[in-house]
């Protein structure tokens, strides 16, 4: 267990210092320019993502949906990235993470001739999705579209763990928003007005969910 910690670690590193420049080119023309003269963003980005798949492969282990789940933390950690520079998640990220990350444990089920976790996996794509949909009806400050097509993505994974996981990504999610703005809040650094980027709290929610699955 240990070697594959380790192991996740060092090649999610390699995969963030890589992977860290495509999120760039989501940024304003100055940002980007920022960015790429500097080490700091990309180190940060490899250092996040070391840290996801080191994550990842401790509570996940070496089964068949261990590469779907590495692949949600590196598309999980590039979208934090540019959702807390410019508070956006692009379609480009985001959606082709549908098909890819289906596919990823379509195989995974193949290989374990273990269907349930599948349909588990689509309801909590269908549920989550529809869940920030509804709330976008009634919050539409506090949910952009971009949330609401990432918690598709996030329903896939956590239906795969299982209802428990689904529901504790859910309310962590809102939990670990929450708290930031009451944070910022307390420390007259935001007002109730002041609109900041939920999908870094999504994912977090999420990727509690995992370790705690």
């Known amino acids: 267990m240990i070697a594959l910690v380790a192991g996740g670690a060092a090649a999610g590193g390699a995969v963030g210092w890589f992977a860290a420049p495509h999120a760039w080119r989501f940024l304003p023309e100055q940002a980007r320019a920022r960015r790429a003269a500097r080490l700091a963003p990309r180190l940060a980005v490899a250092s996040a993502t070391a840290a996801v798949w080191a994550l990842l492969a401790w509570r ?7 590469p779907a789940f590495l692949y949600l933390g590196t598309v999980g950690t590039l ?27 379509m195989v ?33 400050r506090s949910i952009g579209r971009g949330d609401v097509k990432l918690a598709g993505v996030l329903g896939l994974y956590l239906g795969w763990l299982g209802s428990g996981a689904w529901l504790l990504g859910l309310v962590a999610g809102f939990f670990f928003g929450g708290l930031f703005g009451i944070a910022l809040i307390a420390l007259r650094k935001a007002t109730r007005k002041t609109e900041i980027p939920f999908g870094p709290f999504m994912l977090l929610g999420a990727l509690f969910a995992i370790a705690m699955s």
């Open 79 to 105: 979208l934090a990235a540019v959702d807390l520079a410019v508070r956006r998640l692009p379609d480009l990220l985001v959606l082709p993470s549908y098909p890819i990350g289906t596919g990823l444990l």
């Open 108 to 140: 995974a089920t193949l290989v374990a001739a273990e269907f349930w976790p599948l349909v588990g996996a689509l309801a909590g794509a269908v549920a989550l999705w529809a869940a920030y949909a509804v709330q976008r009806l009634f919050a539409a």
């Open 60 to 66: 996940i282990g070496l089964v068949p949906e261990l």
